[in-house]
């Protein structure tokens, strides 16, 4: 029988599972449902049972709407017709009862995960069945988004690279983020969701990797034509090999200040990864509150003025 003899409701039937054996056979990698830190396990496990949630509710409809569209066609003269009917009690609780029951649910889930998913709190375990334990250091890791690249710098280790960032596996990580132009959106969806990055703002997000490799970040918020190679690589490591790639931006890496720095945030597409060996001290505080050029007010120095009513000549300024 050829395909323009098969009933129409069999035709769709066809096309729907030739769709989901290609789905199957594409072999795609879904980062976000299969992720490498625990936050974003979390997440992921949110966005299923959400999905499966919501699904109690289209499956059937889809179901009854291709029913019914069979049922009452035009051809066919067996259908009950009955002009005169206009309501039913019991459809009528079958179709508020399930919503309502399925947002009481999403709304219990929401508020639990809300709270323990907040990115500004720091984590509690490292894994699903494995708490943080309490010798563990957090490594800091201050992000600057810039057009079009990411600056990252490790004020603990003194270092900083460009389009590249690298942590210890099973270590809680703590963002801070910030731009130094327009707003942006940092992002690893193997590591966790996406945050905003804002000049003179600063957000945060608390992290885990929990295996090894090399993941992909990427901008998440248009910022202009060189947003689509705004890319880094994130690389998950044991602490030995950690240690060893901090000591090779440490040696290779040329010293950061506020010229290099100035020169660095001027626009590039396509930027290089660039090694930082000695980063000034103050350079990500003076980025956050908009004075790494010399002789400008620092953000936080003009706010303290403005809350205790001085009009004195700001502490500091970049020199």
Known sequence: MGLNKIPTISRLV???LLLASVL??????????????DIAKQQAFLITISTLLMLIVIVPVIILTILYAWKYRASNSKAEYDPDWHHSATLE?????APLAIILVLSGITFVATHRLDPYMPIRQISADIPVPENVETLVIEVVALDWKWLFLYPEQGVATVNEVAAPIDRPIKFKITSGSVMNSFYIPALAGQIYAMAGMETKMHAVINEKGVFDGFSANYSGHGFSQMRFKFHGMDEKGFDAWIEKLRISGEPLGSKTYLELEKKTTGHPVVYYGNVDERLYHDILNQCVKA?????????????HGSHKTAKYQRK
Request: proline share 3%; charged share 10%; aromatic share 6%.
């Open 93 to 97: 609780t079958i179709i508020w009862t």
């Open 24 to 37: 199957a056979l594409s072999g795609c990698n879904w980062v976000v449902m299969n992720p490498s830190g």
């Open 14 to 16: 066809a096309i729907l």
């Open 295 to 307: 002789g400008t007010t620092c953000m936080d120095e003009l706010m303290h003025r403005d809350t």
